[in-house]
């Protein structure tokens, strides 16, 4: 079984050497690394060159000012090249324990019917570190509980069909992990959440949740996003999706809440 590690990364040269060494040291060795790059103007260059004959770089041009809708282009075209049967996603400001790779082959071996692993991931900052907790959501109709993207790893043919099925261009504000989170856990469902940490999760500033600050006006327009797209996606999939109260509030809040965006 042939792994893929999707590493995408701008100006993230203060950890993308700590992110490419744990894919390099893994234990399982049957992987390769693709690292797409929005064409950084740090110091990054000088990292990946460093690691030149271990990993393959692809420049990518940004193709908007919003973030989320980068990450998005860079994975799409990334998923593109890699040639392994799961592709692990990595955010270059994360890295993954030296174990995790070898712990996914056993667990996709032993469930051939299984598409997709999401590991619950070590929370860092400067100051500490902690566990991501898992909230338990009674409602259908509401998306789970969204995963960071360096904890998704997913098959290849499954990731293909997933961006196909997701990009819907209006969500600007809508990152990768929740989307492929609400798209395979609601709607294709073969999917297992491993209580192991196999990944480290790092809160930056200049990280997309960063300047998304709750209550702010662009924490209610994703969440006014996350409604319609959770609606869209039940609706593409021929499935009843049922508004709740917090999706008329919400719609509500953004009527009267009003910046540049």
């Known amino acids: 079984m042939k792994f893929s590690i999707l590493i995408t990364s701008y100006n993230k040269g203060k950890f993308i050497e700590e992110a490419?060494?744990?894919?390099?040291?893994?234990?399982?060795?049957?992987?390769?690394?693709?690292?797409?790059?929005?064409?950084?103007?740090?110091?990054?260059?000088?990292?990946?060159?460093?690691?030149?004959?271990?990993?393959s770089v692809i420049k990518n041009k940004r193709i908007s000012k919003y973030p989320a809708v980068n990450q998005i282009d860079l994975i799409k075209k990334g998923s593109q090249i890699c040639s392994g049967e799961i592709i692990c996603l990595l955010d270059a400001d994360d890295f993954f324990n030296l174990d995790k790779l070898e712990k996914l082959k056993d667990l996709f071996q032993k469930d051939i019917n299984l598409e997709i692993i999401f590991d619950i991931p070590i929370i860092r900052n400067e100051k500490k570190t902690k566990k991501f907790f898992l909230k338990k959501k009674k409602s259908e109709y509401i998306w789970p509980t969204i995963i960071p993207t360096s904890s998704i790893s997913i098959k290849k043919n499954l990731l293909k069909k997933s961006l196909n099925k997701i990009l819907i261009d209006k969500y600007n504000y809508l990152e990768i992990d929740f989307r492929i989170c609400v798209y395979t856990q609601k709607i294709i469902k073969k999917f297992l959440i491993l209580d192991k940490e196999l990944t480290n999760y790092r809160t930056v500033l200049d990280g997309i949740m960063a300047s998304n600050k709750k209550f702010s006006y662009k924490w209610w327009k994703k969440r006014q996003e996350a409604h319609n797209f959770?609606?869209?996606?039940?609706k593409k999939n021929n499935l009843d999706y049922k508004i709740n109260l917090d999706y008329f509030f919400t719609n509500m809040i953004n009527k009267f809440i009003k910046t540049k965006d």
């Open 20 to 55: 490419i060494k744990s894919c390099i040291q893994q234990t399982y060795k049957d992987f390769e690394i693709v690292v797409m790059d929005n064409e950084s103007i740090d110091h990054t260059d000088v990292i990946l060159n460093k690691y030149s004959n271990q990993i």
């Open 230 to 234: 959770m609606f869209e996606i039940y």
